[in-house]
């Protein structure tokens, strides 16, 4: 093939996949497999790989790693992104509207209503069909450059579908996270020791100002694009045409919307929104309601930042406010000490809220919440309910600042801050609590996932000494079981055979299930891949650990300790024992293969895939990816501006190769 058909090939898989990733995001309608469509990227990427010069920023190929962003720049908006007035209930809409009539000197006009949603206002500029600038709303006037990661957002087309589209244009849209991401993320950050987000707008925020973009792509985001921001083209008479144009041209359009003639209807649809909105996969907190002929707007204009066309009809926010009656703290499986606030038992939203979480001493200390306090308790969606803040008026004078306990509430150890974190941890690794939740955690589902063995037997087993740590349940006995309370022979003999089913587990999932603290299974899951053994994962120095890609020093750090703990040694050995899996299946490297006993080391950045794949490819093919020159290495792979790896070779005599002759040599055996 030569460079011509190339181009050829590459533009008609573009098209193809843009295509498809349309009828997959933006539609929710794919029209061909998983299957299928990676075989489009393979190739895509194959050809890419092999004529690097046609290579596009907007190649659907260069939008999930992202490119690290220097700091970002300063988008002039060419209009200003603007703000909404509020109405708290239908006075106050019939208010807004009667006004927009006297100004019009009409007797009505249509309404379109929006769900309005609770995430991150972006702009997005397009030329000639390509997406080229996306920015913050910022102060409405100056945003910041987040073009980068916005790149890594499925649903926003990066080379529209429409060939008539204004050769200029901009949309507005709101960039948020599912309520399903949003705890997830969450998850995975207290797994992690990092601080929680508060709601799922801050997530999206957090997000999307993110420095590194690869940070971004790995969260969960999605667009719904909302107005028409500016254009220098024709565009239809109504916000209602122009929503059904823009999502012809590929945009991704809300499909809750309507259009109402008066506001009757949209009084109606916004009570059944107040219900309904708790359906929705995505936090809103009211409905837009915006007038539909254009030619309205200027008249209608602007007072301060909030145009008089449209207004934000809020839903009533589900909070409550009740007396905190105590603060308790839960030991967490890694030692954490959690605390929570035991509230007077009050409704929220229909839901009976007497606890909330208050993640941690310093959360507390910054909201300024007292023991004895009447708070505001606030339940935003599906998430757990959380407690929004003091009521300072109706204090007495005898509320009582939280101190965390300086000693586990269940052992008695002194507790731990270690220093940058905000957890404080029992470091008693003997501590009942700590057992409890460790071997409910091993158990549990995402672990090693013995069915029948619930919370509940868990704590019977402890307490009645069959038990000390999780290893144990393996040498269980059947004459141990039904000696217990209500445990028949049946039951015994059910769980024994859970227990031994257990025994086959993933590697990842026993690596999760050993409670390492800062380690989710999504890290525990990466840990197997990489070290495909305990025996390695155990031997694996800080800087090893720290060496693979989304392993920041301080879970690296972690990791270390855990494997020197006499007593976490003592455990793996007996689940050695009692023969648990204590690898993955498949050998970590083919010890044959075309690169067998051959060790590559990259430098520099690689134009054709990050470092993350070429490493993978290399182990693929049975040769092994180290991160350090050593007089052992057999090739320096010297990617865009290589680092002081290079002059190293060159000392040792290793050999070199350019970006291109790795490629070929992969190509050659296969792996591409
Ligand atoms: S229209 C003047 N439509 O609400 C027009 N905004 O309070 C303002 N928002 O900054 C934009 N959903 O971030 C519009 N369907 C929707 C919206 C929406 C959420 C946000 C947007 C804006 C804020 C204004």
Request: with cysteine; glycine share 8%.
């Given at each position: 093939m030569n460079l011509y058909q190339a181009r050829q090939r590459v533009e008609d898989l573009r098209a193809q996949v843009r295509y498809h990733d349309y009828r997959y995001y933006v539609l929710d309608s794919p029209?061909?497999?998983?299957a299928e469509y990676d075989e489009?990227?393979?190739?895509?990427?194959?050809?890419?790989?092999?004529?690097?010069?046609?290579?596009?920023?907007?190649?659907?190929?260069?939008?999930?790693?992202?490119?690290?962003?220097?700091?970002?720049?300063?988008?002039?908006?060419?209009?200003?992104?603007?703000?909404?007035?509020?109405?708290?209930?239908?006075?106050?809409?019939?208010?807004?509207?009667?006004?927009?009539?006297?100004?019009?000197?009409?007797?009505?006009f249509p309404l379109v209503c929006e769900p309005k949603i609770d995430g991150l206002a972006v702009a997005l500029v397009y030329e000639d069909g390509r997406f080229v600038q996306g920015a913050t709303r910022g102060d409405g006037f100056r945003g910041e450059n987040v073009t980068e990661n916005l790149r890594t957002i499925r649903s926003i087309p990066m080379r529209l579908l429409a060939k008539d589209a204004p050769p200029r244009f901009e949309v507005r849209g709101e960039v948020y996270m599912s309520?399903?991401?949003?705890?997830?993320?969450?998850?995975?950050?207290?797994?992690?020791?990092?601080?929680?987000?508060?709601?799922?707008?801050?997530?999206?925020?957090?997000?999307?100002?993110?420095?590194?973009?690869?940070?971004?792509?790995?969260?969960?985001?999605?667009?719904?694009?909302?107005?028409?921001?500016?254009?220098?083209?024709?565009?239809?008479?109504?916000?209602?045409?122009?929503?059904?144009?823009?999502?012809?041209?590929?945009?991704?359009?809300?499909?809750?919307?309507?259009?109402?003639?008066?506001?009757?209807?949209?009084?109606?649809?916004?009570?059944?929104?107040?219900?309904?909105?708790?359906?929705?996969?995505?936090?809103?907190?009211?409905?837009?309601v915006k007038a539909d002929p254009f030619q309205y707007y200027e008249r209608l204009g602007i007072v301060g930042r909030e145009p008089r066309w449209a207004t934000a009809y809020k839903f009533p926010p589900i909070q409550a406010t009740t007396k905190l009656l105590r603060i308790e703290i839960n030991i967490g499986r890694t030692g954490t000490l959690n605390p929570y606030a035991v509230l007077k038992p009050v409704q929220v939203g229909g839901v009976t809220v007497s606890k909330a979480t208050l993640h941690n001493e310093e959360d507390i200390q910054r909201k300024g919440i007292r023991v004895g306090d009447t708070v505001i308790v606030q339940r935003a969606g599906d998430v757990i309910p959380q407690v929004v803040g003091p009521v300072v008026s109706k204090r007495t004078g005898r509320e009582k600042v939280f101190v965390m306990p300086d000693r586990c509430p269940a052992c008695g150890t002194e507790v731990r801050r270690?220093?940058?974190?905000?957890?404080?941890?029992?470091?008693?690794?003997?501590?009942?609590?700590?057992?409890?939740?460790?071997?409910?955690?091993?158990?549990?589902?995402?672990?090693?996932?013995?069915?029948?063995?619930?919370?509940?037997?868990?704590?019977?087993?402890?307490e009645?000494?069959?038990?000390?740590?999780?290893?144990?349940?393996?040498?269980?006995?059947?004459?141990?079981?039904?000696?217990?309370?209500?445990?028949?022979?049946?039951?015994?003999?059910?769980?024994?055979?859970?227990?031994?089913?257990?025994?086959?587990?993933?590697?990842?999932?026993?690596?999760?299930?050993?409670?390492?603290?800062?380690?989710?299974?999504?890290?525990?899951?990466?840990?197997?891949?990489?070290?495909?053994?305990?025996?390695?994962?155990?031997?694996?120095?800080?800087?090893?650990?720290?060496?693979?890609?989304?392993i920041?020093?301080?879970?690296?750090?972690?990791?270390?300790?855990?494997?020197?703990?006499?007593?976490?040694?003592?455990?793996?050995?007996?689940?050695?024992?009692?023969?648990?899996?204590?690898?993955?299946?498949?050998?970590?490297a083919p010890p044959e293969g075309p690169l067998a006993d051959l060790t590559f080391v990259i430098t520099g950045t690689l134009a054709s895939m990050p470092r993350s794949k070429a490493e993978e490819l290399i182990r693929q093919l049975g040769g092994s990816a180290s991160d350090s020159v050593t007089k052992k290495t057999d090739y320096l792979v010297a990617g865009e501006s290589p680092g002081s790896k290079l002059q190293k070779a060159q000392r040792y005599g290793t050999k070199l190769l350019s970006e291109q002759e790795f490629l070929e040599l992969l190509h050659q055996h296969g792996a591409m």
């Amino acid at each position: 093939m030569n460079l011509y058909q190339a181009r050829q090939r590459v533009e008609d898989l573009r098209a193809q996949v843009r295509y498809h990733d349309y009828r997959y995001y933006v539609l929710d309608s794919p029209e061909i497999s998983d299957a299928e469509y990676d075989e489009l990227m393979r190739e895509l990427r194959e050809l890419e790989a092999r004529f690097p010069q046609l290579i596009t920023p907007d190649s659907p190929t260069q939008r999930v790693s992202g490119q690290p962003v220097e700091a970002f720049g300063v988008v002039e908006h060419r209009t200003p992104l603007l703000s909404l007035g509020n109405a708290f209930d239908y006075e106050e809409l019939q208010a807004w509207y009667r006004r927009a009539l006297g100004i019009l000197e009409v007797e009505g006009f249509p309404l379109v209503c929006e769900p309005k949603i609770d995430g991150l206002a972006v702009a997005l500029v397009y030329e000639d069909g390509r997406f080229v600038q996306g920015a913050t709303r910022g102060d409405g006037f100056r945003g910041e450059n987040v073009t980068e990661n916005l790149r890594t957002i499925r649903s926003i087309p990066m080379r529209l579908l429409a060939k008539d589209a204004p050769p200029r244009f901009e949309v507005r849209g709101e960039v948020y996270m599912s309520k399903t991401a949003f705890e997830r993320l969450n998850e995975e950050r207290t797994d992690q020791g990092q601080p929680r987000f508060a709601n799922p707008r801050n997530a999206a925020a957090g997000s999307v100002r993110q420095l590194d973009s690869r940070i971004t792509a790995q969260r969960s985001l999605d667009i719904w694009v909302y107005q028409l921001g500016w254009t220098d083209g024709a565009y239809p008479p109504t916000h209602w045409e122009t929503l059904q144009w823009l999502q012809d041209m590929g945009f991704r359009i809300n499909p809750e919307i309507d259009r109402h003639e008066g506001l009757e209807g949209v009084e109606r649809h916004y009570r059944q929104w107040a219900d309904r909105r708790h359906d929705l996969e995505y936090e809103i907190d009211g409905l837009v309601v915006k007038a539909d002929p254009f030619q309205y707007y200027e008249r209608l204009g602007i007072v301060g930042r909030e145009p008089r066309w449209a207004t934000a009809y809020k839903f009533p926010p589900i909070q409550a406010t009740t007396k905190l009656l105590r603060i308790e703290i839960n030991i967490g499986r890694t030692g954490t000490l959690n605390p929570y606030a035991v509230l007077k038992p009050v409704q929220v939203g229909g839901v009976t809220v007497s606890k909330a979480t208050l993640h941690n001493e310093e959360d507390i200390q910054r909201k300024g919440i007292r023991v004895g306090d009447t708070v505001i308790v606030q339940r935003a969606g599906d998430v757990i309910p959380q407690v929004v803040g003091p009521v300072v008026s109706k204090r007495t004078g005898r509320e009582k600042v939280f101190v965390m306990p300086d000693r586990c509430p269940a052992c008695g150890t002194e507790v731990r801050r270690p220093e940058g974190e905000v957890m404080h941890y029992c470091p008693n690794p003997a501590c009942p609590a700590q057992a409890f939740r460790w071997l409910t955690h091993f158990v549990s589902r995402g672990a090693m996932d013995v069915e029948g063995l619930g919370e509940s037997w868990c704590y019977v087993l402890l307490e009645e000494g069959l038990v000390k740590d999780p290893a144990d349940i393996y040498s269980l006995t059947k004459e141990q079981l039904v000696g217990l309370e209500r445990m028949a022979e049946k039951s015994a003999e059910n769980l024994l055979s859970a227990i031994e089913a257990s025994k086959d587990r993933p590697l990842g999932r026993l690596i999760f299930a050993l409670g390492i603290r800062h380690v989710g299974s999504e890290i525990a899951a990466l840990l197997a891949s990489h070290f495909a053994s305990i025996d390695a994962l155990t031997r694996a120095s800080v800087e090893e650990l720290a060496a693979i890609p989304t392993i920041g020093p301080r879970i690296a750090e972690s990791v270390h300790q855990y494997f020197r703990d006499a007593g976490n040694l003592r455990v793996i050995e007996k689940l050695r024992r009692a023969g648990v899996r204590m690898a993955e299946e498949r050998a970590p490297a083919p010890p044959e293969g075309p690169l067998a006993d051959l060790t590559f080391v990259i430098t520099g950045t690689l134009a054709s895939m990050p470092r993350s794949k070429a490493e993978e490819l290399i182990r693929q093919l049975g040769g092994s990816a180290s991160d350090s020159v050593t007089k052992k290495t057999d090739y320096l792979v010297a990617g865009e501006s290589p680092g002081s790896k290079l002059q190293k070779a060159q000392r040792y005599g290793t050999k070199l190769l350019s970006e291109q002759e790795f490629l070929e040599l992969l190509h050659q055996h296969g792996a591409m």
